[in-house]
Each structure stands twice: as C-alpha cells, then as structure tokens.
C-alpha cells in the first residue's frame, strides 16, 4: 500500500476528531512507527542538495515550524523525507498556550486556523529532546531551532528572551530561526517595526558573534516575517535584514486576514489562518522582499504550499527553499516527495 492510499484512508478518522486530538494522536504514531522501522513505506524524494546560508540541505523542501514545538518528535518526521525539519516556537520557560480549542479545519478552504499561543515545555526540555533524538545524534540532516518570547515577557524586554533562547539552542541547531511574526503572542508583530527590529538584530547578531567564538562554529540566523506587511514594512524589513548581515529570512507565517474564507463555519475564530488561503499574500510578500534583498539574504517560501505546482510558484517568486505545514495536513506526506520533484524538474 502506498503512502497516498494509506494517508487518503487515515484522513477521514483523523478529521473526525478535534483538530488538536489528531495533531496529538498522530506524531506520537509516526514516532512509533519510525522506532519500529515501518516507516519505509514512505517514498522519499531523490537527492538535490541545494547550498542555502552556507548549509547544504538534502532537498529543498522542509518542514515548516509549528507541528513538533517540543522536539518530542523529530525522527518521526525525519522519515518522510525533509530536506530540513524546523521544530518549535520555544520560549526560554515552559506555557501552556491559549485555552482549548485553539485549532480549526476550514476544509473548503484547506486552510487552519489556530491560536495555539506558543505552548512548549520550554528551552531546557526542548533542547534535551534535541539531544535525545537519533537525527541529532548521527547529524543526519538540517535541523532548525525556532525561538520566540514568552507571552508575559514585557514586549520591551523581548529581546532578553530571544537571546537566552538562542544561547541554549544554539549549539545543537544548523540553523536558528526568529519567530516575531506569530500573531498569537500579545504584540509581538511589533518586533517587526522599524527601531524594534533594528534593536533586537542589533542584539542577536551581537550574541551570534560570541557563541560563534565560544562554540567554534557558526549558526545561521534567520528571520520569520508576517504576511500582513505592506510596502513600506517589506522595504523597512529588508533593509534591516541586509544591514544586520542576517542569513536567512523565512516568509511568511500565518495571516489574520479572512477575505478568502468570509463565512465559512469557524472563519471568525481569532488566530492564525494558514494553509490555500495564506498562498497568494505570502507568494506576494516572497517577490516583493526579493527586490528588496535579491541576493544578499535568501529567502525560504511558506505559506499555502499543497502542490508541486505551489512549490515551484515560491522558487519562481524569488525563495530558495520551501517549507510545508498545513498541506502536510490536507495531503499527506506524498506532498513531500511530490514538492522535491517538481522542484528538481525545475532546475
């Protein structure tokens, strides 16, 4: 049996129950069944190493941030096939999130709302399950450590949260990712104001430079941006980018945007909407920050991504990478391999 045809038979058990208590259910089966080595069923993509912020990755398709926010479950989603695997947001102390429910399915739509608020175990215990997992230990891929703030750090002191996330993470992380563009954190997308962002690269770049020293090696840097920018907050965000020498921006995360699926049972829910209706605002977002940048910081594309065809529309707007999340949700993992091959069809 394929994974399409295993994937299309578990989908409707799966949506049958609270978007939450799937999530739940299903890391802890895959983790399981990679323990078990009955993941090879899974057909994963051929080989096309792409070189991005001095890392070379497998394949240019990766998991986005937001379904392993604990790193509780990295070899299970190392066997279907990333390029690269991003877990968290984690902040420097544990949280429980918002109150339950805090995800919805708009299956008309393919999309997900959710308002989970960065709910993790914290740093120490994040970085343990790094540590603990087979993919960290025998360096078998690219692994993406993203940090935030905790939701009652003083938006004023968020810059100490994200430093002593990045000085814990940064020594098991190929790659470390800023995340101030959640919009389930109290004002958090204030982070990418023009004098806020400037102060806070200002900082991480600053303690980049010496764990750099301490550690003997350098960690990429990369910046996770909203969608719901305009021209002037692009033109502001690239220009800090470059100017602060950051390796990497990731664009775009969730909107809170609703034209797309006005009407549609929970589109009135507050979060985060991701999936097919985020596509075309991020897409936008991509090729506009490319002018911005063009060479000098690549760009990794999310946002809406459920076809090779997708895949390859970010690659076209000016992305290097891309990461997939909600899709994973509607498709299955047959989308990892289906993105990985039409984008190598592409080169």
Not at 128 to 140: G, L, M
Not at 148 to 161: C, L, Q, V
């Amino acid at each position: 049996m394929s994974d399409k045809l295993l994937y299309a038979l578990a989908r409707p058990l799966l949506f049958s129950l609270d978007p939450e208590t799937a999530h739940n259910v299903t890391l802890p089966a895959l983790r399981r069944a990679a323990a078990l080595g009955l993941t090879g069923i899974v057909r994963k993509p051929k080989p096309d190493p792409r070189t991005v912020m001095g890392i070379t990755f497998p394949n240019p398709v990766g998991l986005a941030a937001g379904l392993d926010k604990d790193g509780a479950y990295i070899d299970g989603l190392a066997a279907l096939g990333f390029g690269s695997i991003e877990i968290g947001t984690v902040t420097p102390r544990a949280q429980p999130g918002n109150p339950r429910p805090r995800m919805f399915r708009l299956p008309a739509a393919r999309g997900i709302i959710n308002r989970m608020g960065f709910n993790n175990g914290g740093v120490d215990a994040f970085v343990a399950n790094v540590q603990a997992s087979r993919f960290y230990q025998e360096r078998q891929g690219v692994l993406g450590l993203n940090i935030g703030k905790n939701a009652d750090t003083p938006i004023e002191r968020a810059a100490d949260d994200y430093v002593a996330c990045l000085q814990k993470v940064y020594p098991y992380a190929s790659y470390v990712t800023v995340n101030i563009s959640s919009p389930n954190t109290k004002n958090l997308r204030q982070l990418q104001g023009a004098s806020e962002l400037d102060a806070l690269l200002s900082q991480l770049k600053e303690e980049q430079s010496r764990l750099a020293d301490k550690y003997g090696h350098y960690v990429p840097l990369a910046l996770k941006i909203a969608p719901d920018v305009d021209g002037d907050q692009i033109r502001n965000i690239g220009g800090a980018l470059v100017r602060h020498g950051i390796d990497g921006v990731i664009a775009t995360n969730t909107t809170l945007a609703r034209r797309d699926v006005e009407g549609m049972r929970h589109s009135a829910e507050q979060g985060g909407l991701s999936g097919a209706p985020v596509f075309e605002q991020s897409t936008i977002v991509i090729r506009a920050l490319k002018a911005e940048v063009g060479n000098a910081v690549p760009i990794i594309g999310v946002g809406g991504i459920l076809s090779g065809r997708d895949a390859k529309a970010k690659i076209d707007a000016g992305a290097q990478l891309v990461q997939l999340y909600s899709g994973l949700i509607y498709r299955g993992p047959a989308l990892v391999r289906e993105c990985a091959d039409a984008l190598r069809a592409q080169r």
